[in-house]
C-alpha cells in the first residue's frame, strides 16, 4: 500500500485526517477537538477522575511485534483500566503523539483505528490532543476523565483489618505473552526467519497484546450492591499493588498463594520458559485485573460476582503484608515490579 | 554539584521527591497524586474546560539555552495560556515526563522548580502525572483543568461581522529572542566561545524564555464586564490564528499593520537580524497574547482595558481574511505558522 509521508498533509491536515471518524457520545462533552480547549459539563451530583499515562517506544512497547492498531486500543485501556479502579466512568480521552519521519500517515491511520475502537467499546469521547514530531520512535501521552456518583470513588487507602482481598480474572498471562514475543523477536533477528510461533499461545498473546479494561467488574460491583473499601488495577504485578494499598491504608495483608488465579494456558507457557507460575502472577504486571478490598460482611455477596475471587484479607498493619503458601509457610511479600528506571 | 542517577531512586522514589514540595491549594481539587487517578469536583455551575500540549526536546525546546528551571514554567504557561484564551481559570494539571539517563535527579529538580513557580503563580494544583524513561531526550506532556462559569466558555466560532479584532500586550518578541539565542548558540557551536552575547535583549529573551499566560487579561475582561465573542491565544503567529477564528466563526476580517503593537525592542532586534517587523509579528508565534473579538456596543468598554488594543474588524466571510496596510492596500492574510512536520 502507498505510504503518505506525515509532512504531506501538515499538522492540522493530520488531525482532520486521524479524527474525522470519531464522533461524540457522551452528554456530558460539550465541545470537542478544534478550540483551544475541550468543554465537558457533568451531572451536579458527580465527581471527577483523572488520569494520564505516557507510553514510550523501546520502553513500553516494540513495534516490532506489537502492531499499531492494538499499540492504540491498549494505549486507551492502560488509562481506562486507572478510570475503573476508582469505580468511576470513563467518558472522555485526549490522546498526544510524537512520532519521528519514519511513521507514515497511514500507520497513524492504523495507531488510530485501534484508538477508535477502544473509544467505541467504552463509549468515550476523543475530545483533544495534541500531534508532534520527534526526533526519533514514538510517544503516546493519554490523559482519561471519568465520572463517578459524588463521594463513591474508591481510593487506594480505604481497606482496613479484615476487610477481604479481592482480584478479577487471572494473573501473569500478560507477562507470558510478553516471553513469547520476545523469543520470537530473538528468533527472528539472529535467524530472519519470518515464521514466527504463535500458534497455540492465543490466550497470553491477547493479555498482552490487547488487554480489557475491566468494566465490567465495576458494572457488576453496581449490580451486586459491592462498594469496595479500596481498589486499584494491577498494571505492575499484584505484589506491588498490594503494597501499594497496605501502604495507603497502613494495614497488613495475607493473601494465600493457592487462591491466586492462573489460567492453566498461562501455566503452561511458564512451565516451557522454566519461569514459576506464582512468580508470573505476582509480578508479571500488565495484567489489567482489578484488586479490590471489601468489608467481610460483602462476603456473600462477592462470592456470587462472576470472575472475582478472594484470595486473602486484610490484617493490622503490625502483622506486615504476606503470602501464605499451601502448605502454610509465611513469606514477606516484596515488590518486585517493573521499574522503568533500571539501568 | 553532585548529580544523582534516576536509577538510583527508582520511579516511585523520585516521584515522590519531584511532587513533595506542592500543596494543593484548590477546594476542588478533592484527591491528589498518589492513587489510580486524581478526585476533582466543581460547583455546580460550571463548565471544566481541557487542554493538552506535549513539548519535545529538539523540536520545541534546545536545552543548549532553555535552562531547565524555565522550560518547566514555560511548559505550564503553554497550557493555562489555552485555558484563559477560552476564559477560564486554571485549576489542575498533570505533568507526564520521559527522559533519558542523560538527566540527573537535580535536573529534574530544576524542572520542576519552574512547574511548581508556575503553579505557585496561577493557582494551579498538580494532581497527577507520569514518568518514564526515554532513548533519547526529553520530553514533557501537560494536561490542563480548567473552570468556567455554565455557558461563559469562549469559543473560536462566536465572531460575527463587525466585532471589533483585539490583542494584549505586543507580538513578535518571542520570536526575535529565539533568533538571538540561535545566533548565539551558532557561534559557541562554531567558535566554542563560552560567552554569548544576550546584554540588552532581555525583553524578547524573556518572552521567548518565560512567557507569562495572560491570566491578567482574562480578570481584566471580568472587571469591565467585557464577554469576548470569541478568543485564542497566540502560540503559532497572528496570521494563524486569526485564520482559526475566521474558518471556526465562517467569516472574513480586516487588520489594519499599523496597529498591530510591536514592542521597540522586538523592532530594534528584527531591523538587526533585517527581518521585517511586520513579519515577525504576524508569523513569529510562541507570544502567548490573547487575541479576542468583541461585540461594537462593547467598543468603549475595552478601549479603557489596559493593554489591550483594537486591531481591526470582522467582515462577511466573502470579503475574506485581509491586512489593510498604512497606505490602504489590502493583502490576503496566509498562515505562515509553524508547521512541526515540516520536512
Known sequence: MAQTALSALGE?????????????????TKLGIGDDCAIVSYADKSDIVITTDLLVEGIHFDLMYCPLKHLGYKAVMVNLSDIYAMNAKPKQITVSIAVSAKFSVEALDDLYSGIALACKNHSVDLIGGDTSSSITGMTISITAIGEVK????????GAKPNDLICISGDLGAAYMGLQILEREKHVFTQTGSQSPKLEGYDYVLEKQLKPEARKDIVERLAKYKVLPTAMIDVSDGLSSELLHICKCSNVGCKVYTDKIPVNEDTARVANEFSIDTLTAALSGGEDYELLFTVDIADFHKVSMIPDVRIIGNITQQSEGA?????????IALIAQGWNGFTE
Do not use: C, H, P
Not at 492540522?12 to 456530558?28: H, M, P, V, W
Not at 504476606?322 to 509465611?330: D, H, N, P, R, V
Open 12 to 28: 492540522f491536515g493530520l488531525i482532520d485526517r486521524l479524527t474525522k471518524a470519531f464522533t461524540i457520545e457522551n452528554a456530558s
Open 322 to 330: 504476606q503470602l501464605i503458601t499451601a502448605q502454610g509457610e509465611k
Open 150 to 157: 459524588k463521594d463513591k470513588a474508591v481510593k487506594r487507602s
